[in-house]
């Protein structure tokens, strides 16, 4: 499993899209701190505030690293050498979050710039961490939802397809007259609680999440070790 694991890293690190991804991802998130930045405390709080706009990109990586390993058969050949598909699974699901996660934060350049250049201060106390935490596992979450439609439908353009439009819909729902109780139970609007600071429960917040991923990744993984691939 930990050559498996090395060879997933380096095809992550080596890949282009990743980086082309990540960096405009940067980008984009410049754009949008001009309207966010007066939403929010500090820089900081803007980028995390803009992270729902911008998982989109997260959804093409995870379609494209995901996918492109069925189409070419990448998980076959692996599957010939003698891996076992549970590890297989595992380590696809470690690097892709690994990725999906470095994607997401990409946007926090800026409000490190600013802790450092421009003097913008961020005081760290029991708080901080604990909205650490919840950004943390809010991210993993958002992150399993591409992965899961990338296991059970095992093809590049469905996963894209059905995740975009998820994504839409999420959108639509956090700005609709239902907002504040949605935003309780969908990872996209909890960081935008995180980001206005008006998270009511940090166990209620966990417990959601924790269930999302266990239940997600409950399905794609024996949807894997189970199905034929073609």
Request: proline share 2%; net charge positive.
């Amino acid at each position: 499993m930990s050559n498996l694991l090395k060879t997933e890293l380096y095809k992550l690190f080596h890949s282009w899209y990743f980086w082309g991804i990540g960096i405009f991802n940067l980008l984009l998130s410049s754009i949008l701190l001009l309207d966010s930045k007066e939403r929010s405390s500090n820089l900081i709080m803007a980028s995390l505030y803009n992270i729902p706009l911008l998982y989109f990109l997260s959804i093409v990586f995870i379609a494209l690293f995901i996918g492109s390993d069925f189409s070419g058969r990448t998980l076959n050949t692996y599957i010939t050498a003698g891996h076992k598909r549970s590890s297989i699974f595992r380590v696809k699901l470690i690097v892709s979050q690994i990725g999906c996660i470095i994607i997401l934060v990409f946007p926090f350049v800026h409000g490190i710039i600013s802790q450092f250049y421009i003097g913008e201060k961020l005081f760290w106390n029991d708080s901080t961490y604990t909205m650490v935490l919840l950004t943390l596992f809010a991210m993993i979450t958002l992150c399993a939802l591409p992965i899961f439609f990338a296991f059970i439908f095992r093809d590049m353009g469905k996963t894209l397809t059905v995740s975009m439009v998820l994504f839409f819909v999420m959108i639509f729902l956090l700005n609709s007259e239902s907002a504040q109780i949605i935003s309780r139970i969908i990872p996209m609007g909890q960081l935008r609680l995180i980001s206005l600071q008006k998270v009511y429960s940090t166990n209620f917040c966990l417990l959601v999440d924790f269930l999302w991923n266990f239940i997600l990744y409950f399905i794609a993984g024996s949807a894997f070790l189970h199905t034929d691939l073609k």
